[in-house]
């Protein structure tokens, strides 16, 4: 007879955090959003409390992880807050980005709120043109890693 292994695996919650992000990928299903596209979108869709009350809510359905992203989450000033109350009532929390954004102040920040996981898009590098373009992007997001 054999033994079953049961695998575990995480009930994950994505949330798009804001529609503004710093690039034009063409890619990007983002810029099928007309408000996005015409440059005028200047509010994000919830609130850093309702995404505190989703949070609490998600938590209390047995989510146990929650992918932010956007897009570019990390336009939002209350970022840091945002993940920092995230982590604190028990939710693995991850960050979706494209990088560009990224200081080591930014990173340092990131880490005392408690994030653990970042996922970095790399599909921009389709259209980079120069070496000094390409070390901004990728030398850049490597200091995360």
Known sequence: MSSTQVVHFEKPFFVIL???????????????????????????PLSKENLFSLFSELKTQGF???Y???GEALLR???????????????????????HLFT???IQQLRVSGLTEVRISLNELVWIKSRSQYEKVVLQQLKWV
């Open 104 to 106: 080591e102040k930014i």
């Open 18 to 44: 804001t529609n503004r992000c710093n690039l034009a990928c063409e890619h990007c299903y983002n810029e099928l959003d007309e408000l996005k596209a015409n440059k005028i979108k200047t509010t994000d």
């Open 64 to 66: 146990e992880k929650v």
């Open 77 to 99: 000033s209350d970022i840091f807050e945002i993940v920092s109350f995230s982590t604190s009532i028990g939710l693995k929390t991850a960050l979706f980005t494209n990088g």
């Open 68 to 70: 932010l992203s956007g």
